[in-house]
């Protein structure tokens, strides 16, 4: 189990870097993207919920995009303490791109999966990411 784990780890490391992959925006930017591309706003805290990380790192995900003019910061209207992001237009454009560049990639990768195999692999994986969610969820590592 831990070899299947290191391996996943070390096959999707391109998701945890801080680094650009794509129209300079990391895996974690697109995912705020994608979080706000289909909605008119949404409020910071929710982000952070969908992210699932610390609400410090929201905020250092969320900085760039608003600094490159991708994401703007509005006030809430019921709360004068919290922050809503909606996507600028701009945003909703290098969305879109990015998707089409994330997809192309996991086309590819599905692609390399042998074809009798497919379903089932992907039903698996499926099942190990629940039973992960599960399991973090319940408890913490190594307590």
């Known amino acids: 189990m831990l070899e299947l784990m290191t391996g996943l780890v070390k096959a999707t490391r391109f998701c945890r870097q801080d680094e650009a992959f794509c129209e300079g925006v990391t895996f974690h930017q697109f ?80 692609n390399n999966l042998p074809a009798c195999k497919r379903d089932d692999t992907l039903k698996a994986v499926g099942t190990f990411i629940g039973a992960m969610q599960k399991t973090v969820r319940d408890e913490k590592c190594c307590v």
Do not use: N, Q, W, Y
């Open 31 to 110: 995912l705020i993207l994608d979080a706000l591309a289909p909605r008119e706003s949404l409020p910071m805290s929710v982000l952070h919920e969908h992210l699932a990380v610390a609400k410090s790192t929201t905020t250092r995900l969320v900085g760039p995009l608003v600094k490159k003019g991708l994401v703007k910061r509005l006030k809430d209207p019921g709360d004068a303490r919290a922050v809503r992001l909606s996507l600028t237009r701009e945003g909703l454009h290098v969305h879109k791109d990015v998707k089409i560049c994330i997809s192309g990639f996991l086309g590819r990768v599905f």
